[in-house]
């Protein structure tokens, strides 16, 4: 057995014993990162000099009886958060040569634990994409079938955990950029309450919707790295004081007599086959364990897509007018003058797809139009967090898809954003009214593609999403199968 295969749990547990070193797991994954890496792409960056620097501090604390859950256990990073000394590109010309001089907070607190970092991981431009294709530096493919995505935009953070190249990994989800890519690569990904995790050192995409969530192997890695990158922090002013549970803990009890509601309208037409059914059968199987399933109504999911298209382009308009060329990021060579020096900067910096967020954005912002756009838009949200609101009286949790279809022909949707945005169909309701959401794999497709499952619940009760998911993957051997690498 390789060490780059096994969890976090299990990895710990040799750790403890002795058994193994940190030294031995980082080598372990940077000789499948030498393997693989050519046929996947999964990193922007690659870290193995610190890497092994950070190895070994952290097995002389194992050493010294000093250990936690991510104590030596070598992890990837989506290439959005700051790490310092570290480039932090957000898979964008813009940054490419930006090396923050601070680390975010989550970075800080897996430092904290004394973990290994592999890397920095690839994903769509400043994480606007559902399938890493938008990255202005490099291709990320799926290792399930490389000629196809691995969603987005944390694309390489799902792509890395799913071909053994980190033992787990960071991503961010502002409409879905965790869950998708987690689903489409048959590895487990949430995304927290809007508020749980700190979102200080993550490069602002929509600031009222973004979260960083852990992207893992099983169910259980989740809730050890939820455990340590949640909690309030006095420099996000948006994070929540609120007591951070065990959430391994949760993961012990049952589901018996959970309700567990379905919404119809998460079922329509020109689903992939292959997807309803697998969830249909994932729902029949919580049924059979234990937990009473309820149809519910979510009205308004179909108006969750439109709202998302202008408030997150219009708050991306707004933090993207920093990339200046004046205070960092990348500057062109021959601005005439400071207006010229701007226009030709964020011309050449910034690709196609950003470009189109920020037209998008301003336009929806601008004087006579911010009434007919942004405003509705902000109504429409408020309409969507009320379904949820209804919705949860009924139901302790939720279940249903997390993408229309499994994983996309490389190129296939490039050409038609609007194809490419409606792959959020499902998961940006979540974000719109800030609650949690998981994706485990619940199935393949006939093609032999990874499904995944959503679970949501109201805000902070992760508990609940990780204890049916759990339960969930104790009684099937969908999250145990690895790609044909
Ligand atoms: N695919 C969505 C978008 O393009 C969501 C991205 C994300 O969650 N970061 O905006």
Redesign the pocket.
């Known amino acids: 057995m390789e060490l780059y295969s096994l969890t976090i749990h299990e990895l710990y547990r040799l750790l403890k014993k002795g058994e193994i070193t940190s030294k031995e797991i980082t080598e372990s994954v940077f000789k499948r990162i030498g393997q693989v890496e050519d046929k996947v792409g999964a990193y922007i960056t690659l870290t193995p000099d610190i890497a092994a620097d950070m190895a070994r501090e952290s097995d002389e604390k194992i050493k010294r009886g000093n250990i936690s859950y991510l104590t030596g256990i070598p992890a990837g990073i989506k290439d959005i958060m700051c790490t310092q000394g570290i480039k932090t590109t957000c898979g964008s010309r813009m940054l490419e040569n930006f090396i923050p001089p601070y680390d975010g907070t989550v970075i800080k607190k897996l430092k904290d634990c004394h973990f290994v970092i592999t890397g920095k991981l690839n994903m ?1 431009e400043f ?4 399938s890493t294709e938008h990255s202005a530096l490099r291709i990320t493919r799926n290792p399930w079938n490389l000629e196809t995505i691995p969603g ?3 694309g390489g953070s799902a792509a890395a955990v799913a071909a053994d190249e980190c033992i787990y990994s960071l991503g ?7 869950r ?1 890519p987690a689903s489409l690569c048959g590895v487990v990904g949430l995304k927290p309450t809007y508020g749980r995790v700190s979102r200080y050192g993550l490069v602002a ?2 600031s009222s ?2 979260q960083i969530g852990p992207i893992t192997k099983d169910v259980t890695d989740c809730a050890i790295v939820m455990n340590v990158i949640s909690g309030y922090d006095p420099y996000d002013s948006t994070s929540v004081p609120r007591d951070v549970p065990d959430y391994t803990q949760a993961l012990k009890r049952g589901i018996d007599g959970f309700r567990i509601g379905v919404p119809k309208e998460y079922f329509i037409e020109g689903m992939d086959p292959d997807v309803e059914d697998a969830v249909k059968k994932a729902i029949s199987l919580l049924e059979s364990i234990g937990a009473d399933v309820i149809e519910i109504s979510l009205p308004c999911t179909e108006y969750g897509v439109a709202a ?2 202008i408030i ?1 382009p219009a708050e991306a308009s707004s933090n993207l007018a920093r990339y200046d060329g004046v205070r960092y990021g990348y500057r062109t060579k021959d601005g005439k003058d400071l207006l010229n020096m701007y226009c030709k900067t964020r011309s050449e910096g910034f690709g196609p ?1 950003v470009k189109r ?1 920020i037209m998008l954005g301003t336009y929806a912002l601008s004087a006579g139009y911010y009434e007919a756009y942004y405003k509705k838009a902000s109504q429409v949200r408020t309409l969507l967090i009320q379904d949820f609101e209804k919705a949860f009286e009924m139901c302790d949790v939720i279940v249903a898809p997390v993408s229309p279809t499994p994983a996309f022909k490389i190129g296939e949707k490039l050409a038609d954003p609007l194809q ?2 409606l ?2 169909v499902f ?2 309701p979540a ?1 719109l009214s800030g609650i949690p959401g998981i994706s485990i794999p619940c199935g393949f497709s006939k093609a032999g593609l990874p499904i995944g499952l959503q679970i949501l619940s109201k805000h902070f009760e992760e508990e609940k999403i990780l204890r049916v998911a759990y339960n969930f993957e104790q009684n099937t051997t969908y999250h145990l199968k690895k790609p044909p690498l």
């Open positions: 769509d994480a606007m994409g559902s987005g935009s944390s961010s989800d502002t409409g879905g950029s965790i998708q995409f929509a919707l973004d998302y298209y997150a797809e967020r490419m945005y792959c959020d998961t940006i974000n």
